[in-house]
């Protein structure tokens, strides 16, 4: 059985930092191209980051651009997002998704990915 698991959210004060993970179980994330997206109460999903299965090329959005780093680890069939200098405005339920993708590039498009894990949610609150 194919599934992503995210973990790693909560409840963190301005500045702090979180570190989700994306666990992949029923399939090898070596040749698939990872996704982290958010969606926050009455905003469309946005693609934060991803990464690519080939060369580890990796997307921000800009408004994460510094703060966030997305890194895989496939001997442990995870991927993570480092987030650093959390800000009330990164508030949301993250996903992690995957699409097979044998390329150097990864896609910030939601429509795009396959295989959806069932979201963490992060709040940045003091």
Same mark, same amino acid.
């Given at each position: 059985?194919?599934?992503?698991?995210?973990?790693?959210?909560?409840?963190?004060?301005?500045?702090?930092?979180?570190?989700?993970?994306?666990?992949?179980?029923?399939?090898?994330?070596?040749?698939?191209?990872?996704?982290?997206?958010?969606?926050?109460?009455?905003?469309?999903?946005?693609?934060?980051?991803?990464?690519?299965?080939?060369?580890?090329?990796? +997307? &921000?959005?800009? /408004? =994460?651009?510094?703060?966030?780093?997305?890194?895989?680890?496939?001997?442990?069939?995870? @991927? %993570?997002?480092?987030?650093?200098?959390?800000?009330?405005?990164?508030?949301?339920? +993250? &996903?992690?998704? /995957? =699409?097979?993708?044998?390329?150097?590039?990864?896609?910030?498009?939601?429509?795009?990915? @396959? %295989?959806?894990?069932?979201?963490?949610?992060?709040?940045?609150?003091?």
């Amino acid at each position: 059985q194919v599934q992503l698991v995210e973990s790693g959210g909560g409840l963190v004060q301005p500045g702090g930092s979180l570190r989700l993970s994306c666990a992949a179980s029923g399939f090898t994330l070596d040749y698939w191209a990872i996704g982290w997206f958010r969606q926050a109460p009455g905003k469309e999903r946005e693609g934060v980051s991803c990464i690519s299965s080939s060369d580890g090329s990796t +997307y &921000y959005v800009d /408004s =994460v651009k510094g703060r966030f780093t997305i890194f895989r680890d496939n001997a442990k069939n995870t @991927v %993570y997002l480092q987030m650093n200098s959390l800000k009330p405005e990164d508030t949301a339920v +993250y &996903y992690c998704a /995957s =699409v097979f993708r044998l390329t150097s590039s990864c896609s910030k498009w939601p429509g795009e990915y @396959v %295989y959806w894990g069932q979201g963490t949610q992060v709040t940045v609150s003091s």
